[in-house]
């Protein structure tokens, strides 16, 4: 087992509300190859919101308080932070490309 030597608290402001679907869709397709999975990983993404009576459209970001969104969100961070800080990613593809590492 490898020893840690550090551990990162962070809290990401609004990272919930604005996961971008395209991203973690591919980084969900490099480990589930079943395509009804997708598909209803996809509607879960897309499914929207109803506040106050009125549905509007998802374009970004996870269903809130759906029991999901909570795994979708470790994905997405094991690929864009994770990976990034181990190395097991392009720098310049994160560092520029992926919403929470944006500066």
């Not at 029991?67 to 990976?83: C, F, K, R, T």
Request: net charge neutral; with cysteine; proline share 4%.
């Amino acid at each position: 087992m490898k020893k840690v030597n550090w551990i990162l608290d962070a809290d990401v402001q609004g990272f919930f509300d604005h996961l971008d679907h395209g991203h973690l869709l591919e980084f969900i397709q490099k480990r589930v190859g079943d395509p009804r999975v997708l598909r209803l990983i996809q509607k879960w993404l897309k499914a929207g919101v109803s506040e106050d009576g009125k549905w509007s459209e998802t374009k970004v970001g996870t269903p809130q308080g759906a029991v999901i969104s909570p795994l979708l969100a470790n994905i997405y961070l094991h690929y864009v932070l994770d990976q990034w800080w181990c190395g097991g990613a392009s720098d310049t593809r994160l560092g520029h490309g992926y919403g929470p590492l944006r500066g």
